[in-house]
């Protein structure tokens, strides 16, 4: 630690170089430090003094130090720094406030985006990822075992299922806020439906036709 036995004055100063300034350093027995010289102020401005942290050889490991405490010497009188400290007589006011945090809030509802993030919304009004949906894909996707309710299951004829982000490695994209319709080919069913059908009268036709053949047979026995 170090004191001032006497403070610089604020501005100009009649006696520059008087024994008022000294510095005193308390570290006893040390012979890490050196002395301050006077003429140490020509060469910055800014006392000096040496340091040695790293415990090398003398010459070799020490650090020069300047000591700005608020003024600098021109070489003929202190003037005030750039960067000196001043302060007004009277109460201090907030000039500017800033904030770098936010207070706590609970968790109100969560959004999803088309990316997969999903983004939690809480009450102080910050909006947090907090996590994100993945999707998969599978070499051969009619391999796959219908589990009933729109699930599947993995099988050896399906493959391993590859996983990635949305939108990443030939995989599509979420579709957030959306009601998926039905995904049939209206037309194509209704063709299905007409064939299935008339597959059916002909099926009822061949056994009303067996029946008629038997009932005729039986009348023939007769």
Do not use: C
Not at 109 to 130: E, H, K, R
Request: charged residues 20%.
């Amino acid at each position: 630690m170090f004191s001032f036995t006497d403070p610089l004055k604020y501005g100009a100063s009649t006696h520059p170089f008087d024994d008022r300034s000294v510095i005193s350093f308390d570290i006893k027995g040390s012979t890490a430090w050196t002395d301050i010289s006077k003429d140490e102020i020509k060469k910055t401005g800014y006392y000096e003094f040496t340091v040695d942290f790293l415990g090398g050889e003398f010459g070799t490991t020490e650090t020069d130090i300047q000591l700005n405490i608020g003024t600098k010497y021109d070489g003929i009188n202190f003037v005030n720094d750039s960067l000196s400290s001043t302060q007004y007589a009277k109460s201090s006011s907030t000039v500017f406030q800033d904030a770098d945090g936010y207070s706590a809030g609970d968790l109100q509802g969560v959004d999803v985006a088309s990316d997969g993030i999903l983004t939690g919304i809480y009450s102080n009004g910050q909006l947090i990822p907090l996590f994100r949906i993945g999707l998969a894909k599978f070499l051969n996707n009619y391999g796959l075992s219908s589990e009933g309710g729109n699930l599947f299951r993995e099988t050896r004829a399906s493959g391993g299922a590859i996983t990635n982000k949305p939108g990443e490695n030939g995989l599509g994209t979420l579709a957030p806020n959306s009601l998926e319709m039905s995904n049939v080919d209206i037309s194509e069913e209704f063709v299905a439906m007409i064939v299935n059908q008339r597959g059916f009268q002909a099926n009822s036709k061949t056994v009303t036709t067996v029946d008629e053949m038997m009932q005729t047979v039986i009348n023939m026995k007769r």
